[in-house]
């Protein structure tokens, strides 16, 4: 899984009514994310771990942090194959 | 309103027809408040234009010059857009806009329309697939892809209400959302009315058995009118700005879906 997941430089995206709407300009296609994965989208900033963004989930849906983890690993996988996001290489050491 | 007998050639010059602008002096015409000059070498094809563009003519003064090229020329200017349709292309520059290839009326109302979206981008404005009905000075949109229902619309509509049937140009102008009248008509092959009006609400046409009218999320209108957009560039930062545009437009002008079984009754549900 990604370590610290990036939202792709390329595509056009804006919020409406607190969810994320996304057009990839090379091919027009159109993307809209649910509540749940438009949180993950805004706290994708290649600097955030997996973890950390989990941590938010918890908090903002005042769930157990094993559930979040489990939900964001979800999704950010599924955001990773649509090219939604870009997989960070995990630091070494 | 420019009316068919007089034509307005070159900077602020009016002229009786038949006039042919030349090299100094370009057909002035104006859409969607946006002026341009174009330069059109060929005899046939300016008279097919003057013809086309007779109610967009307009002496604002010279607007964005578009120069019709044949199709090979040396570049010399870094592009700022361009695309290909069929033979012919469309070149934007920051010095003014180059038609090549144009070897007939169709083809320069095609170029005309993809460059205008690029002109109307920073100014929040787009073309929409869409049907624009005038009622009591304000404007109704009908947007659907094509088979979706705009021209029965515009053909169930009172005789000189319809602003266009086919392609509308939507934009913020004077403080609000406007749809402004076009030249780029469908079935009814009119010549448009060069007007403007304020925005009552945007509808997405849905076929069905049923005149109806349903509420419906931002997202999902935003869903429906995407398809419907005239769009011709990848470029991320434009995409960006026609969000941007969308978002703004249906966060101030009511959208919603109409259910629309082709009859005049949807209007009792669209303004009761």
Known sequence: ?93 | MPCDARLILGVGLVFAQPLKPDSDRPLQISIGSIPFSLFIPEELLLQQALKRYREFTAALGPGLPIVLRPKEQDEREPTAFSYDLDDASVILRRSGAEFRGVRHEYALDSLLRILLTMMLLPRRGFLLHAATIVRNGRAYVFAGRSGAGKSTVASLSPEGSVLTDEISLLRFTDGCWQAHGTPFWGEFRAAGRNDRFPLAGIYSLVQAPEDRVEAISKKEILRALLPCVLFFTSDKDANEALLQTLVGLIGQVPCQRLHFRRGTEFWKEVAP
């Not at chain 1, 409406?16 to 900033?45: F, R």
């Not at chain 1, 849906?61 to 599924?78: G, P, Q, S, T």
């Open chain 1, 1 to 93: 899984m990604i370590e610290s997941p990036a939202r792709n430089p390329s595509l056009a995206w804006r919020e409406v009514d607190g969810e994320i709407v996304i057009i990839s300009p090379e091919d027009s296609q159109v993307h809209e994310l649910n509540e749940t994965a438009s949180l993950i989208w805004k706290y994708a900033d290649g600097i955030r771990s997996c973890d950390e963004i989990a941590a938010e989930l918890a908090a903002e849906f005042d769930v157990a942090l094993e559930a979040a983890r489990a939900d964001a690993a979800e999704l950010i996988e599924a955001l990773e194959e649509k090219r939604l996001l870009l997989v960070a290489a995990p630091v070494a050491g």
